[in-house]
Each structure stands twice: as structure tokens, then as C-alpha cells.
């Protein structure tokens, strides 16, 4: 079961969920073009709440949480989450793909089909993406995040 927490306006679109085989992981995956800036200053200390204390799981993770990260700092508010990026995971696990974009990640993993580019289904897709991951770096041996990049 995944629970969901989502922020959307016509400015803003911002999904996370967090796996429930692994409550320390929260999928973050951020689409913006434009950030109504009042729309997510009402609502960033509410997602920062919601994240505290768990892993931030993104594709291409400083991209995604370059935006919580960068009004963090406008506001004054400390950003100290950890991320684990799925493409980089990717490029290791997976190195006899020639791209690692996340549907193509997706499909060599035999996952569901999904609407690539919309950020609650690219969340979703990242978080059983994850999933196969960890079951990959279960089998390397690599039990914790201190594991991936000794």
C-alpha cells in the first residue's frame, strides 16, 4: 500500500509516497515550470513535516529537490534530507541499458506501463522502480544507504 501526499495548483506539482515495505523511503518527484511562490510557502513546512526524518527517492534526484531545497533557503529553513537517486542507481545496476531514463528503466525492470511525465505517476513508477532495487542490492549484500557509495 502507498500512501500519497500531493501538492497541485495550476503553478505547482509536487507528489511523494512513502513505501510502505520501507517507511524510511519517500518518493519525491517534482514538475515545475513556474513556482507560484505564496502557493508553496503556505505548504513547504507541511511537506517538510511529512519528509522529516526519511530518505528523499527521486530520479534524477538534485534535479527534483533543487526546488524544495532552493525555497528552503529563500525562507531561511534548514534542507538536510538525505536522497537516494534512482538514476544513479540505474547506471549502476543496470549498466548494459544505453539510456536510463525512467521509462526505460521501468520497462527493462518489467514494470507496469505509466504516464511518463506526470509527476504522480512517474513517483509511483520511481517507488517500485526502488523496490526492485533494493531486492538488487539486497543480493550484493548492500543492507543500508551507507552501503551504496562506501
Known amino acids: 500500500m502507498v500512501e500519497k501526499y500531493s501538492l497541485l495548483n495550476e503553478y505547482f506539482f509536487a507528489s ?5 515495505c520501507s517507511e524510511q523511503f519517500v518518493l519525491i518527484y517534482c514538475a515545475a515550470s513556474c513556482i507560484n511562490i505564496s502557493f508553496f510557502d503556505k505548504r513547504l513546512v507541511c511537506f517538510l513535516k511529512f519528509v522529516d526524518g526519511r530518505v528523499l527517492v527521486a530520479h534524477n534526484a538534485d ?3 533543487a526546488f524544495v531545497r532552493t525555497q528552503c533557503t529563500r525562507l531561511g ?5 538525505t536522497s537516494v537517486d534512482t538514476l544513479a ?3 549502476n545496476l543496470m549498466p548494459q541499458l544505453s539510456r536510463h531514463k525512467l521509462d526505460v528503466v521501468a520497462a527493462a525492470l518489467e ?3 505509466f504516464n511518463h511525465h506526470r509527476a504522480a505517476d512517474d513517483a509511483a ?3 517500485m522502480i526502488m523496490g526492485k532495487f533494493i531486492a538488487m542490492l539486497l543480493e550484493q549484500g548492500v543492507d543500508n544507504l ?5
Open 16 to 20: 511523494s509516497f512513502r513505501v510502505s
Open 63 to 65: 534535479f527534483d529537490t
Open 77 to 81: 529553513l534548514q534542507y538536510n534530507h
Open 89 to 91: 542507481l540505474a547506471r
Open 111 to 113: 514494470l507496469p506501463d
Open 125 to 127: 513508477i520511481c517507488g
Open 146 to 150: 551507507q552501503g551504496i557509495n562506501p
